[in-house]
């Protein structure tokens, strides 16, 4: 009978880690959807582009007050969870409290852990009030789900948190009691004035208060780790992959198609047989140029899309959504993992994928949107993980121009000058010297 | 202006037997567009007054496929390019310097794996280096002591990180250099990128280029300085619209380099 909670423990463990990696493999298999690009190159200065962003938070704190305000929960985050070892330690064996033997360094612990855990609560509050008093267009334009998603998650902190600190409170008032079990271990900076609160209690109900938070702030961290699968919060896993396997080039190359620069060498070979035969037996069918879905994406587009935690600071940067275009990089992001958690939803359902006769295109991303961006950049520059708004959005084009031919008329003029003349304007080739006579 | 100046072009250098040091990608719009023919003209009395041993394509020149490129046709750009590229190699081109941000990029960045590989430099990064190395003198003038606010074209400051090479150029003008809130890889967008010089914004409540236009006379300017074609007209229209043209010009820093020395 009395191995009951560390069985019970077990088993809540067993269950949310399970449940967690079986979502995860999910999103891998999501992502893996997309086509093959080659990230494999310059790991010193992946890891260090890593280093920098995602552990670093160098983006982050270009926007000082969320800034460092992030960093403060992530540190939280991060530290807190030594913590968590313990607690996992102490649940599986029934003992309490097993790293107390580290005495001094014990204490240290502890009192960072609630120091922390302080200002994590301020700074959730100080998030929530930006995100629901204050006037700040990047959250206000969030409706819906995205808005609500966006609270939970700091709901869920400040619960956490207040459990950690009450589980403290009645400890320190259980040692105090000189109570079996638990041992006098310990400092408690933040919790020492929440244990007064509990004056008076008896032994029985202060235990049953501390394994209440105690237990409470596990399983909550559990159900916290598995509504990240379901959230936009993937980022606190996702930032590390997503920074290591951004793009390293300058920000203004954009890859050159290899398929199609397959076929202009092809034309431009003055040897080339145009009559020739396929040279394989079957005919492959022609790869498609562009994107008009998620999986003519490329994987590490795929994975920005569930890196990306909907900040909006790419959007609040985009000259076209500042101007009042429908662009919002942010909306690209967010409908790229729309649409892909619903093809994995459908691949789920039938195996591997049945038409839905829905696509990325249309459906969720409009062409008034792809042509207001001025490629200028600002989103890229602004995302503090590295994602790229733009590719996507260039690839999508691509596929308006290359494959459905469905480019404004304006810019088809201008495409119809440069394959004529050799300029976007209709002026001869031959004149292109006469500006020194002018 | 109706005096011809001499430009040599890559042909002539050849049929004398000649490599020029640097070749000048003069670009569409600084081959067409009268406002940046202006640029262009700016720019090659500076080469011709430093003595720098350059030519043009002329009519060999094409466009490099930036604006087919962005707006999506990967196919229309690969033939432009694989094109240009045919031409530029034939010339042996070891060096090339543009007064387009739009040209650089794709020069520098995206003909390299179609097989032209050359030192590209903007103009104001070239300027810069003939500084350096003595060639050219640059000196307050008639622009000493003015204010000037530099709009950094995306394509030579986000897209490639040169924010430095046209400022310094600017400040050895003596002048009172200004930044706008919004600059180097914050800078916003004259509206001119990705294709959109060529079509009708979308609809919205502003225009791109009146919204940084506002930027711009937040400093209270008597120069908004450009290192683009593109923003140029972008921001001159701009000023347009706010009925500052009178007040405030538009200058490329080719330009305000040669106008301070009465060139």
């Not at chain 1, 959250?139 to 939970?152: A, R």
């Given at each position: 009978?009395?191995?009951?909670?560390?069985?019970?423990?077990?088993?809540?463990?067993?269950?949310?880690?399970?449940?967690?990696?079986?979502?995860?493999?999910?999103?891998?298999?999501?992502?893996?959807?997309?086509?093959?690009?080659?990230?494999?190159?310059?790991?010193?200065?992946?890891?260090?582009?890593?280093?920098?962003?995602?552990?670093?938070?160098?983006?982050?704190?270009?926007?000082?007050?969320?800034?460092?305000?992030?960093?403060?929960?992530?540190?939280?985050?991060?530290?807190?969870?030594?913590?968590?070892?313990?607690?996992?330690?102490?649940?599986?064996?029934?003992?309490?409290?097993?790293?107390?033997?580290?005495?001094?360094?014990?204490?240290?612990?502890?009192?960072?852990?609630?120091?922390?855990?302080?200002?994590?609560?301020?700074?959730?509050?100080?998030?929530?009030?930006?995100?629901?008093?204050?006037?700040?267009?990047?959250?206000?334009?969030?409706?819906?789900?995205?808005?609500?998603?966006?609270?939970?998650?700091?709901?869920?902190?400040?619960?956490?948190?207040?459990?950690?600190?009450?589980?403290?409170?009645?400890?320190?008032?259980?040692?105090?009691?000189?109570?079996?079990?638990?041992?006098?271990?310990?400092?408690?900076?933040?919790?020492?004035?929440?244990?007064?609160?509990?004056?008076?209690?008896?032994?029985?109900?202060?235990?049953?208060?501390?394994?209440?938070?105690?237990?409470?702030?596990?399983?909550?961290?559990?159900?916290?780790?598995?509504?990240?699968?379901?959230?936009?919060?993937?980022?606190?896993?996702?930032?590390?992959?997503?920074?290591?396997?951004?793009?390293?080039?300058?920000?203004?190359e954009f890859d050159n198609l290899e398929a199609v620069t397959n076929e202009v060498k092809l034309m431009m070979d003055p040897n080339a047989d145009p009559f020739a035969a396929p040279t394989t037996e079957v005919e492959e069918e022609p790869e498609k140029f562009g994107a008009s879905d998620v999986m003519d994406l490329n994987w590490a587009q795929l994975l920005n899309a569930y890196t990306c935690t909907e900040c909006g600071r790419c959007t609040s940067e985009c000259p076209a959504n500042q101007t009042g275009k429908k662009l919002s990089p942010r909306k690209i992001m967010m409908d790229t993992r729309d649409r892909l958690k619903e093809v994995g939803d459908n691949i789920d359902k039938n195996g591997s994928f049945v038409d839905d006769g829905k696509q990325l295109l249309n459906d969720y991303i409009t062409t008034e949107e792809l042509w207001a961006c001025t490629s200028c950049n600002a989103c890229v520059e602004a995302c503090p993980v590295s994602i790229n708004p733009l590719s996507i959005i260039i690839d999508m084009r691509r596929y308006l121009v290359m494959e459905q031919s469905a480019a404004p008329t304006d810019l088809n003029n201008m495409m119809s000058n440069i394959e004529n003349n050799g300029a976007p304007w209709p002026f001869n080739q031959m004149d292109r010297l006469n500006w020194n006579k002018e | 202006m109706s005096e011809t100046i001499k430009v040599p072009t890559m042909a002539e250098y050849m049929a004398e037997g000649k490599t020029p040091e640097v070749l000048f990608w003069v670009g569409c719009a600084g081959s067409f567009d009268d406002r940046a023919k202006k640029i262009t003209k700016a720019f090659v009395k500076l080469l011709h007054n430093a003595n720098v041993d350059f030519a043009v394509l002329g009519t060999e020149e094409s466009c490099t496929g930036d604006p087919a490129k962005r707006a999506g046709n990967e196919f229309l750009f690969q033939m432009q390019a694989v094109t240009n590229i045919e031409v530029m190699n034939a010339y042996e081109i070891k060096k090339v310097v543009t007064a387009c941000p739009h040209c650089f990029n794709t020069l520098k960045n995206e003909y390299p794996v179609l097989g032209g590989d050359y030192e590209v430099m903007h103009h104001t990064q070239f300027l810069k280096s003939l500084l350096n190395e003595g060639k050219l003198t640059v000196a307050g003038g008639r622009f000493k002591g003015k204010r000037i606010t530099f709009h950094d074209p995306c394509y030579l400051g986000r897209a490639n990180k040169v924010y430095e090479a046209p400022r310094d150029l600017l400040t050895k003008l003596e002048v009172e250099l200004v930044e706008m809130k919004r600059s180097k890889r914050n800078g916003l967008c004259c509206g001119a990128g990705g294709a959109q010089m060529f079509k009708e914004p979308e609809p919205g409540h502003k225009d791109v280029n009146i919204e940084r236009t506002e930027d711009a006379l937040e400093t209270q300017p008597d120069i908004i300085a450009a290192g683009c074609p593109f923003c140029n007209t972008m921001m001159t229209d701009g000023v347009k619209n706010k009925e500052k043209e009178d007040s405030i010009a538009v200058m490329d820093v080719a330009e305000l380099i040669a106008n301070a020395q009465d060139l």
């Open positions: 009978m009395q191995y009951i909670p560390n069985i019970l423990f077990v088993i809540a463990l067993v269950a949310g880690i399970g449940y967690f990696t079986m979502n995860i493999r999910k999103i891998i298999r999501n992502i893996r959807l997309g086509k093959d690009v080659d990230r494999s190159d310059n790991k010193r200065e992946r890891f260090k582009n890593m280093a920098m962003i995602a552990l670093g938070q160098s983006k982050m704190v270009r926007r000082p007050i969320a800034g460092i305000l992030h960093v403060i929960v992530y540190l939280g985050f991060i530290i807190i969870n030594i913590e968590v070892l313990e607690i996992i330690i102490d649940g599986i064996f029934g003992t309490h409290r097993i790293f107390a033997f580290l005495g001094g360094f014990y204490d240290f612990l502890i009192a960072s852990f609630e120091i922390l855990a302080l200002l994590v609560l301020v700074s959730v509050i100080l998030f929530w009030i930006r995100r629901n008093v204050i006037n700040i267009r990047r959250f206000k334009t969030l409706k819906g789900w995205p808005k609500n998603d966006g609270n939970i998650i700091l709901y869920f902190e400040v619960v956490l948190m207040a459990l950690f600190l009450t589980m403290n409170a009645a400890d320190l008032q259980l040692q105090e009691l000189g109570a079996d079990h638990y041992v006098k271990a310990g400092a408690y900076p933040v919790s020492q004035f929440i244990a007064p609160l509990f004056d008076g209690m008896t032994q029985g109900s202060l235990i049953i208060l501390e394994r209440t938070a105690w237990w409470l702030h596990i399983l909550g961290i559990l159900i916290f780790l598995n509504y990240l699968y379901f959230s936009k919060h993937l980022h606190i896993l996702l930032a590390f992959p997503n920074t290591y396997y951004g793009a390293l080039k300058p920000q203004g | -």
